[in-house]
């Protein structure tokens, strides 16, 4: 076992043994650029996308769908991506706001509307169903989906997903990185002091806030998510996405019954595997085991010193479990794994 896996037997963890393939990867090369990406239309929708070099990947390849979560953007998936690219096709999505989407005028930016434009892309492009992941508040939006319209998902991949977290915490409440992460409802003086921040200090804190050891994070992936912050400052739209997704999901946290996100992955028919840093400020992973009990095909790994965003600070590790994951959902195995969380 992997000395950045928690074993199930420690407390909050829940790594399955055979989520581990003897599959060889390819090299992980982290100055490569992220993905090309472009603005594309389909079932209506219009939305900035970045895809995976085509020939990395089989003809017949599935095709694998990546959505970021709160304040993030395509470029969240190039490493994991990029490593799953000879089994899947990647195709990673700026949700409507975010990243370079801009949102139709009359969105509303709820989680469930977000989990709609990318059904309606889905099917306008004709691949379902494809391997779905989402992060934070994609994850939420992944599970959404994947509830609501089980024929376009083949499996699901959670990480850290935006699950209720309602619970004080002193320390998200006194560190100004959190003030990232919920914009609406921190005070006029914080909003200020973020405002001053460079792109390249912005950027900078997004990672000390989502990293369990940022000095990980490669110079080249820095640049690229500082250039893409000072781009995003010239955007009408971007700040009042960030702002109105942020009310959404607190929104969702206080849904009960039926709406809740609880009750939605209990919808969830497809294979998942839920994958949870130990050392995530942000979400916390104490909801590890309760996310996971309740998806009907649910199996956990936790990554001991990682953050809120295993696939940008673990990707290997986050890409052994997924590929295992696909060989067995492809061999009829998944169901016989030993339950776990």
């Known amino acids: 076992m992997s000395d950045t896996q928690v074993d199930a037997s420690e407390p909050g963890g829940g790594e399955v043994p055979p989520l581990a393939t003897a599959t060889e990867l390819p090299t992980l ?20 996308v970045r895809r995976t070099d085509p020939a990395l990947s089989p003809p017949d390849a599935p095709m694998a769908v990546y959505l970021h979560g709160l304040g993030g953007s395509s470029t969240n998936w190039t490493d994991l991506g990029g490593l799953l690219a000879p089994w899947g096709k990647g195709v990673a999505v700026d949700l409507p706001g975010f990243g370079f989407s801009e949102p139709d005028p009359a969105f509303d930016f709820a989680l469930t509307s977000h989990a709609d434009a990318v059904a309606r892309y889905l099917d306008g492009l004709g691949a379902g169903p494809v391997h779905l992941f989402g992060n934070s508040m994609g994850g939420a ?158 199996r956990l790994l936790m990554l001991r010193n990682t953050g809120h965003v295993a696939q940008m600070e673990q990707p290997a590790a986050v890409a052994r479990a997924v590929l295992s994951m696909w060989q067995a959902v492809a061999a009829d195995r998944w169901r016989t794994l030993p339950p776990n969380g």
């Open 29 to 48: 090369d982290t100055a490569f650029p992220a993905w090309d990406g472009d603005c594309e239309e389909a079932g209506g929708v219009r939305l900035h």
């Open 141 to 298: 939006v992944a599970a959404l989906l994947a509830a609501r319209r089980p024929e376009l998902v083949r499996t699901l991949t959670l990480i850290s997903p935006a699950v209720p977290d309602l619970r004080p915490h002193p320390r998200r409440l006194s560190d100004p990185r959190v003030a990232l992460a919920l914009l609406p409802i921190v005070g006029r003086p914080a909003r200020r002091q973020l405002a001053a921040l460079t792109p390249r200090q912005r950027a900078q804190q997004v990672i000390d806030l989502c990293f369990a050891d940022p000095s990980t994070f490669s110079e080249q992936r820095l640049a690229e998510l500082a250039e893409e912050h000072g781009a995003r400052l010239g955007l009408s739209w971007a700040l009042p996405a960030l702002n109105r997704s942020t009310a959404g999901i607190i929104r969702d946290w206080f849904a009960f019954g039926s709406r809740s996100l609880w009750s939605v992955l209990r919808e969830v028919a497809a294979p998942t595997l839920v994958v949870w840093g130990t050392q995530d400020r942000v979400i916390s992973a104490r909801k590890a085991a309760r996310t996971v009990r309740l998806l009907p095909q649910g």
